[in-house]
Each structure stands twice: as C-alpha cells, then as structure tokens.
C-alpha cells in the first residue's frame, strides 16, 4: 500500500507542482505583452492547481504513515516538517501575492507601465504594474519547490 500512495504522490507532484511552478512565468510574458485575457486565465489556471497541490500534500501523509517500520520515517524528521514549512510558504506566497497580481494584470484594460529612472534621469525600461510581485513571489515559490524535491530525494 505504502507504493501506491509513494507513487501517486510522485505523479501528482509531478503534474501538478511542474505546471504550478511553470504557469507563473508565463504569465510574466502575458502581463509584458500586455495580453489580459491570458493573464487573466493564468491566475485561474495558477490558484487551481495550488489548490490542487494539497492533494500532494495529502498523498504524502498517505506514503509517510504506510512508510516501512524499518524505514523509522515520522512527522518529527527534519526533511518532513521542512517541507510542509516550505510547502505552507510556497502555498501562501502562491495564493496571496502572485495569483492576485495575475488578477490585476488581467483586469488592466491596458497594462499600466510602471518607468524605472536612471541616475541621470532617463527612462531606463518601462515595466508592467504588477509584473516584480509576480516574478519574485513566483521566483520563490518555484525555488521553495525544488529545495523541498531535495529533501524529498535525499532525506537529510
């Protein structure tokens, strides 16, 4: 039983952190084109699939409490209760600022540019409103994603 539930919880990790860690960047080209109907449809596609990542998070408690008595594994190693930390982090910083920002560029009739000043006073670039909070909230996320495949593989 502890296979199928390590197994499923590969699978759904698989496909639903992968797309979930990928949906976000393309959304930062969406928001630099200024293409709203696509933003708009990442931020539905992004907070479903985060979600939808719960289900691993389950499916992990499945595989840790059916886990080989051999293996000793519990809710009190290091690398299981860093990854739910991490987990909760990326979940948050998912829903509560990358998502809404995705919100706000699809709702933008057009994308309010934002211009970034030189020393002397000309304008360097223009960037979309919005475009910072989903490239670092989602930079993180997906950063805070691989470190918990880490500890996953490597069970430190």
Same mark, same amino acid.
């Given at each position: 039983?502890?296979?199928?539930?390590?197994?499923?919880?590969? &699978? =759904?990790?698989?496909?639903?952190?992968?797309?979930? +860690?990928?949906?976000?960047?393309?959304?930062?080209?969406?928001?630099?084109?200024?293409?709203?109907?696509? @933003?708009?449809?990442?931020?539905?596609?992004?907070?479903? /699939? #985060?979600?939808?990542? *719960?289900?691993?998070?389950?499916?992990?408690?499945? @595989? *840790?409490?059916? #886990?080989?008595?051999?293996?000793?594994? #519990?809710?009190?190693?290091?690398? &299981?209760?860093?990854?739910?930390? /991490?987990?909760?982090?990326?979940?948050?910083?998912?829903?509560?600022?990358? &998502?809404?920002? *995705?919100?706000?560029?699809?709702?933008?009739?057009?994308?309010?540019?934002?211009?970034?000043? +030189? @020393?002397?006073?000309?304008?360097? +670039?223009?960037?979309?409103?919005?475009?910072?909070?989903? =490239?670092?909230?989602?930079?993180? #996320?997906?950063? *805070?994603?691989?470190?918990?495949? &880490?500890?996953?593989?490597?069970?430190?």
């Amino acid at each position: 039983m502890s296979l199928i539930f390590m197994t499923l919880h590969v &699978v =759904a990790a698989v496909f639903i952190a992968g797309p979930l +860690a990928i949906l976000p960047m393309v959304g930062l080209r969406a928001v630099r084109e200024g293409n709203t109907v696509q @933003a708009a449809s990442l931020a539905k596609s992004t907070s479903l /699939l #985060s979600w939808l990542s *719960l289900i691993i998070v389950v499916l992990g408690f499945g @595989a *840790l409490g059916m #886990s080989d008595p051999e293996d000793n594994f #519990s809710f009190s190693d290091t690398w &299981v209760w860093l990854s739910i930390v /991490l987990y909760a982090v990326a979940f948050v910083l998912t829903m509560f600022v990358v &998502v809404p920002a *995705l919100r706000i560029a699809g709702e933008a009739p057009v994308a309010v540019a934002v211009a970034v000043a +030189a @020393a002397d006073g000309t304008v360097v +670039a223009a960037k979309p409103a919005g475009y910072s909070r989903i =490239a670092i909230g989602s930079g993180i #996320s997906t950063l *805070l994603l691989v470190v918990i495949t &880490v500890l996953m593989v490597a069970k430190p």
